[in-house]
């Protein structure tokens, strides 16, 4: 429900996942965890504080990572009844397009904190906020919507994004992927690569990363990386063909059906 926003758009084209590489918006790498997260049914939030600046825009071009047979449910801001279906062996993905309290068809409050509850057991969620770091979007959520400091982890990826003018044209950047884990108190953050302003290019994630995000999800750190570089190699190959969003959902398919 008003996915993209009162914001006066008339249904507006999304972008795939290859023209978000070749603007130079998230890098390969980054884009290849997020599928490797996405599809085993993660959170994600992504942020950035200006209006227009490509959050929703990011977020559904990242779709296809989702599970072939994830179910997505969309909220209804302050309508909503969480009238949800069951958790079954596909994941169920809480579709909230902005958590803020800017328009009632966006949420906040007691929504949000339920919403997170039900994270923890076992839904996922995918959302925008207007933040401009990770350490922004956990602090609002601790501190003015009022979710439980030990119940943020289970929001899985944090993808902020920096937006400038540069040159005569709008650049974007995302300025790291984070990796949160849920802990007693704060949640501990892993940074699975980021962007270096000196150089604008994306530095890759350590091993130590790695590890972290291979210990969330079952393997270890050398054969993440191996299936992150493989995926990476993938996408950056369909980007450079400017393969269409159709084109994209049909590689990734083909690579799932694959041994």
Request: hydrophobic share 40%; aromatic share 8%; net charge negative.
């Amino acid at each position: 429900m008003s996915w993209w926003g009162w914001h006066g758009y008339s249904q507006p084209q999304p972008l795939s996942i290859t023209q978000v590489l070749r603007a130079g918006n998230l890098s390969a790498e980054m884009a290849a965890l997020l599928w490797m997260g996405l599809e085993k049914g993660s959170s994600i939030v992504v942020a950035s504080d200006p209006p227009s600046s490509g959050k929703t825009t990011t977020l559904s071009a990242l779709l296809p990572f989702f599970p072939a047979d994830g179910v997505l449910y969309f909220t209804r801001g302050l309508g909503e009844r969480f009238e949800l279906p069951p958790l079954g062996e596909e994941p169920v993905y809480l579709m909230v397009n902005e958590i803020s309290d800017h328009l009632p068809v966006y949420s906040w409050g007691a929504n949000v904190q339920r919403i997170f509850e039900l994270m923890s057991e076992g839904y996922a969620m995918a959302s925008t906020m207007h933040c401009d770091t990770t350490d922004e979007v956990i602090d609002q959520l601790r501190d003015d919507v009022g979710v439980e400091e030990s119940l943020i982890g289970h929001l899985t990826f944090v993808l902020p994004i920096d937006v400038r003018w540069d040159q005569g044209a709008v650049r974007r950047r995302s300025l790291e992927l984070a990796l949160l884990e849920p802990c007693d108190g704060a949640p501990q953050k892993a940074t699975l690569g980021e962007w270096s302003e000196t150089t604008d290019s994306y530095l890759s994630p350590s091993d130590e990363a790695l590890a972290s995000f291979g210990a969330r999800f079952g393997d270890d750190a050398s054969t993440v990386r191996s299936e992150m570089e493989g995926r990476a190699a993938m996408l950056i190959d369909l980007a450079e063909r400017s393969a269409t969003a159709d084109e994209v959902e049909a590689a990734i398919a083909e690579y799932r059906a694959k041994p």
